[in-house]
């Protein structure tokens, strides 16, 4: 069954990095498109970043446009999310998801990044 | 990149049938029939429901079906359960590999 498990969440200040992993299990990684979608306390989901099976083009969200960066080492099976100059409004649960076509079939728990000083 | 707009909230009684309404502009609803809708209960993950606007993934029960018309897109629960009581959102494809989320939809099953 497919597996995605989230790690690297935690607390930074503002103007700090982080990157989270993400552990994929359970089907082909090398053939999917892969996602990560946040969700602020209490709020809506808002998609963040998309990077194309083989790591070839990625796309971004304008709100973390030039300060986060996602890829993927597919011989791993793991995505990653780099995310530099945080700002308090990037807190949220961070989720790693696999993409179908043109949905997000595939949903990890979660990990929660809290930006605070 | 701005959300697509959801009701707030819906409410319905057990049995009955509610529709939820995700309108969007020509960049992404309206530009692609490419909705899909999301069902999240408290504490949990997004699981999608319908894909492609009207598609439901095997083992989701038919009493979810999606539609669009225009610029709106829309989910009906039909026959509404308890456990339906969650937030729902719908996702359009808004084009160059990017997608926009609706504001999401708490329904409530009185």
């Known amino acids: 069954q497919v597996q995605l498990v989230e790690s690297g969440g935690g607390v930074v200040q503002p103007g700090g990095s982080l990157r989270l992993s993400c552990a994929a299990s359970g089907f082909i990684f090398s053939n999917y498109g892969m996602h990560w979608v946040r969700q602020a306390p209490g709020k809506g989901l808002e998609w963040v970043t998309f990077?194309?099976?083989?790591?070839?083009?990625?796309h971004y969200a304008y709100s973390v446009k030039g300060r986060f960066t996602i890829s993927r080492d597919n011989s791993k099976t793991t995505l990653y999310l780099q995310m530099n100059s945080l700002r308090v409004e990037d807190t949220a649960v961070y989720y790693c998801?696999?993409?179908?076509?043109?949905?997000?079939?595939?949903w990890g728990q979660g990990t929660l990044v809290t930006v605070s000083s | 990149q701005s959300a697509l707009t959801q009701p707030a909230s819906v409410s319905g009684s057990p049995g009955q049938s509610i529709a939820i309404s995700c309108t969007g502009t020509?960049?992404?609803?309206?530009?692609?029939?490419?909705v899909s809708w999301y069902q999240q209960h408290p504490g949990k993950a997004p699981k999608v429901i319908i894909y492609?606007?009207?598609k439901r993934p095997s083992g989701v029960s038919n009493r979810f079906s999606g539609s669009k018309s225009g610029y709106t897109a829309s989910l009906t629960i039909s026959g509404l359960q308890a456990d339906d009581e969650a937030d729902y959102y719908c996702c359009s494809y808004a084009g160059s590999s990017t997608y926009v989320f609706g504001t999401g939809t708490k329904v409530t099953v009185l």
């Open positions: 990077i194309r099976y083989d790591g070839s083009s990625q």
């Open positions: 020509t960049s992404d609803v309206g530009g692609y029939d490419y």
């Open positions: 492609d606007v009207s």
């Open positions: 998801v696999k993409g179908h076509d043109y949905d997000l079939d595939y």
